[in-house]
């Protein structure tokens, strides 16, 4: 049985050789005759493991010391109301930028813990851009929240807006690790690993030190980032298995040669397809120039009746989970960092040969 090449946003492919290594070790792992999940998260084995974790993620990211790495569970949906608890007082006003239907859902939640306010939008341009942000409506606002790629419209910041007096906080779930940051630029990260990190279940929350202890009084300890920060992620139980799984993928970026190279691999995965897309007829892609995704391309055909054919074909060819989000119709690839470039070579041929046959 081969693996195939799958497109899925998420949960989505993980590096083969992380799997491999996971499988090795998943009955016996370093000669303990258990496997890492059943083990205590507060033995010497897995805190080995879930500090090095950090550690692997700090020198790919350049953390600075005064920001705190927290490993967390509830998803990046959780977030959308852990970041108002902690950021903000409940009458205070917090600033959203909506560049797609990730940062609706932002909004929708954080308007129950602050006074959310939407400071910028290019929804009636139907996301196909990132919208133009007039800072001075920024005045007073505890933070402002940005979604760095909208898993969805496939629109990303390829650098967040310079902002220097409000934190900015911003939802990177579908773009974390493919690209080179300066987290110097943000107050807060978060991101659900099930994108570019690792299995579900695992949420990782990177947070300057300046901003903690300042959550709303009734903010449920599970919540609380403080209280998160101050027991080093295992206030409870964490997700022992999906950290030790994050831990291999953060070993597996270094060995590729730490984010610069991933980010060039990236640029050229997604420019292959880009240009496969922008020299046909058949095939479409709606975001502007500069605003497109790198982590996910999604596309339509000129003929809507033949979606299932290309579905259908494409799994046939080994390219499974192409089918658009159920909002948006059409297709998307996602091209996290797990992605060879052959896949993306695989998918360009096929729709090549695709568009030959029926347009
Ligand atoms: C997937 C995704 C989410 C939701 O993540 P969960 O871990 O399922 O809560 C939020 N924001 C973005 C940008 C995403 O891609």
Redesign the pocket.
């Known amino acids: 049985m081969s693996r195939v090449f799958n497109f899925s ?2 949960p989505a492919t993980l590096p083969t050789a992380v799997l491999e290594r996971a499988q090795a070790e998943l009955l016996d792992w370093g000669g303990t005759g258990t496997s890492i999940m059943e083990m205590s998260h507060r033995g010497t084995h897995f805190t080995e493991v879930a500090r090095k974790a950090e550690q692997d993620l700090r020198q790919l990211l350049t953390i600075p010391s005064d920001y705190a790495v927290l490993f967390l569970q509830g ?4 977030q959308f109301s852990a970041v108002p608890l902690n950021l903000a007082r409940r009458e205070q006003k917090a600033a959203y930028v909506l560049s797609g239907s ?1 940062g609706q ?1 932002a909004v929708a939640e954080g308007a129950r813990f602050a006074a959310v306010t939407v400071v910028a939008s290019s929804e009636h341009t139907g996301f196909d851009r990132l919208p133009d942000l007039d800072l001075s409506k920024l005045h007073d606002a505890a933070y402002v929240h940005i ?1 760095s ?3 969805i419209a496939g629109v990303e910041y390829a650098a967040p807006p310079l902002i220097d007096d409000v934190p900015v906080v911003s ?1 990177m ?2 773009s974390i690790l493919s690209r080179e940051i300066d987290v110097t630029s943000y107050g807060l990260i978060y991101a ?1 690993a ?2 570019n990190i690792g299995p ?1 279940g695992l ?1 990782l929350v990177i947070v300057r030190e300046d901003l903690l202890g300042r959550a709303q009084p009734e903010t449920p300890a599970m919540l609380n980032y403080a209280v998160h920060a101050k027991a080093g992620s295992m206030s409870n139980t964490p997700a022992t298995f999906a950290w030790y799984m994050a831990g291999l993928v953060f070993e597996w970026l270094l060995a590729q040669g730490g984010l610069a190279a991933v980010e060039a691999a990236n640029q050229r995965k997604s420019d292959l397809l880009y240009a496969a897309i922008d020299a046909s007829e058949f095939y479409s892609n709606p975001v502007r120039e500069g605003a497109r995704s790198r982590m996910n391309v999604p596309f339509t055909l000129a003929t809507p009746t033949l979606d299932r054919a290309f579905l259908v074909g494409a799994e046939e060819a080994g390219l499974i989970a192409l089918k658009g989000h159920r909002s948006v119709g059409g297709m998307r690839a996602s091209l996290y960092n797990a992605m060879p470039i052959e896949g993306v070579e695989a998918l360009v041929d096929y729709m090549r040969m695709f568009e030959d046959r029926y347009a």
């Open positions: 946003a998420g998803g990046a949906t959780q990730w859902k979604t790629n909208e898993t939802d779930s579908s659900g099930q994108k579900s949420t």
